[in-house]
């Protein structure tokens, strides 16, 4: 007997292996577990992926739906990790509790380098693995080492072709090799879910703001993160739209809304602020946006390469520049974004949709800044990065690098070899910090 594990924490990610299914990419089995997991930060307020409105639409691929946030009460699913010395205790009562018996176990997960999925892959020893990608972050290098008893039991990496033509770096170091979900099984599975939320306002062509709630991330603060929707919304207006449909992230505060309201109330926009907790692709679906407006969202890019949709991005620029640390892997996502997608007030390059980078271009920037991110993960990335920042380092590009990051890797653009000492030295760091403690004394 063998049954198949599939690990979701997003109705965006039980779409995807509800699509993968729907397309084979999984071998037959005798039973399917759905284990749904509840990763908020307080799960007891906010609905889990089987709360969800169109969640029973994807129900009929699974045998049975299990809660790991039940499973593992009262721990926290990111924070929690079973010790070394209980993993076959734990083992033995998870087959106990999912009547599992002597069943030979398959896993499908997402985010294997955290909890809960790498838990769970590190309970089940020996089940062969299988990492499902819902996300811009595929693209990007793990982003830490995953213990090779985990890494060398996975054989694939399942993802949507968010950016045709580009490859994904995530799990390379192990020889993963990437698989793509057809992108008409995805669409499909997206249409069964078209019109769930019935309570959906009905709005045709409006321009679509998309949030995210960074300030939960500790990227941006509150007061700039609402700040970066008003100026999603005088973009938008000043490129004619006066319909706007704001998508808030479903665990943002309430006043991010209303500070949207008060500007819209300005502007003379009719804003409709959404409290239905459903896919940005329903949205596309019902609404077909004449824009849709976000800072670096997958959903910009699934409206683009899957919808069809005029997209434009907003305050890239800061989270490159905010992003800490350098190999933080939201790094990704924010440089293929901002690499590919027209900017808002660039009327021209919005309204004729026009991208910033061809495939071969972005996938060397990519590899380039993944490198830069995670050099010990993927050192065979050198001579490429090397050669790219050689090339097509300039005041443009400079962006997606720190100085202070190439000059520690000893890469181009960094500070000049004859002066590559003074990072490391005690002395100039002192003198340093004495002259940036005058100059502020001085503006006293």
Known sequence: M???IFLASTLYGTATLAAALDAGCFDAADRRILLVSNNAATPETTPAVDDMPGFERLRDRFDDVVSWNET???FHPGGWAPRADDVPLWE??????????????????????????????????GAPVTVYAD????????????DPLVGTRIERLLHLELVPGLKPLLLTEFGVEPEVVPTAAFTKVLAEL??????????EEPALLLGQYLSALGILSPDEEED?????????????????VFKPHPTAPARYARTLEQEAEKLGVDLTVLDTPVLAEVLYQRMRPALVVGCFSTALLTASALYRLPVARVGTEILLERLTPYENSNRVPVTIVDALLPELTDRAAVEEQRRSADTDALAGLVRAVGFAMQPKI???????????????????TRRYFKKRRLTSLGLPGGVPA??????????ARRIVRRARAIQKAVRR
């Not at 996300?135 to 995953?146: A, D, Q, V």
């Not at 004859?418 to 002395?427: D, G, K, N, W």
């Open 2 to 4: 063998t049954t198949q």
């Open 378 to 396: 993927l050192p065979e990335l050198r001579p490429e990065a090397e050669q790219y920042l050689a090339r097509h380092l300039n005041a443009y």
């Open 194 to 203: 078209v019109d769930t939320g019935a309570e959906l306002p009905r709005i």
């Open 418 to 427: 004859q002066l590559s000492f003074l990072p490391r030295s005690a002395t």
């Open 92 to 125: 033995r009562y998870l087959r106990l509790a999912w009547d599992l018996g002597d069943d030979d176990v398959e896993l499908a997960v997402e985010s294997i380098q955290v909890h809960p999925a790498l838990g769970v892959a590190q309970i089940f020893v």
């Open 228 to 244: 970066l929707h008003v100026r999603m919304l005088r973009g938008a207006f000043g490129l004619g739209h006066t319909r706007v």
């Open 72 to 74: 593992i009460f009262p």
């Open 135 to 146: 996300g811009l972050m595929s693209y990007g290098p793990t982003r830490n080492k995953i």
